[in-house]
């Protein structure tokens, strides 16, 4: 019969063990651990300006460009930078997580949904109604909505390909990085103790 209080004590004392490691890091790799969702957050902003300056020319939109590029750069960074650090960060700081293939291919993972493609496809939405309400582009009528989307859609995709495989690396190579800081860190003696 499992005891939740007993694993919760555990998961708390595997966490302690890990924090101590980590925080004998020198302090750029410490920081490195601590500080790589937002680095993928900061991609993820840029991968939503670049969608956004990519639709407004598309659909010919000239208004309201901080009210529609503030939006493109909080939202993608927001939902990075938490996805990464609930699917990677927290589980390799919890010892959830003890793959390097598996943190390569979640962080990879997360690069790709939320750092890359996400960005995209919320630009679609916000630069629609841009477009529709000052009236920049001939709009489809009902029926041909989804057939003029993937039209207008396709060349931004094409010039996104490269930032949304960048960031998709950049978020694989950090979680190998995080890995192996990790293991590191383990392999560090406890504070205080003296090998003989």
Not at 71 to 87: D, E, G, Q, R
Request: net charge positive; with cysteine.
């Amino acid at each position: 019969m499992e005891n939740p209080e007993l694993d919760t004590v555990k998961e708390n004392h595997i966490f302690d063990i890990i924090t101590r490691k980590i925080n004998q890091l020198p302090e750029a790799e410490r920081d490195l651990l601590e500080h790589g969702s937002t680095y993928i957050g900061i991609n993820a902003a840029l991968c939503g300006l670049i969608a956004n300056s990519l639709f407004r020319r598309v659909l010919n939109v000239t208004q309201a460009r901080i009210s529609a590029g503030l939006p493109m750069a909080v939202i993608p960074f927001l939902t990075a930078n938490a996805s990464y650090k609930a699917f990677v960060s927290l589980p390799l700081n919890t010892g959830d997580l003890n793959c390097e293939t598996c943190t390569v291919i979640r962080g990879g993972l997360v690069g790709l949904v939320f750092g890359g493609l996400h960005p995209v496809f919320l630009a679609i939405p916000v630069n629609g109604g841009l477009a529709a309400r000052y009236t920049s582009a001939l709009l489809p009528e009902k029926g041909n909505i989804l057939t003029y989307w993937i039209r207008i859609s396709k060349p931004v995709f094409r010039k996104m390909l490269f930032p949304i495989l960048l960031q998709t690396g950049f978020a694989a190579h950090l979680g190998s990085r995080q890995y192996k800081l990790l293991i590191k860190a383990l392999q560090l003696p406890e504070p205080g103790l003296e090998i003989q």
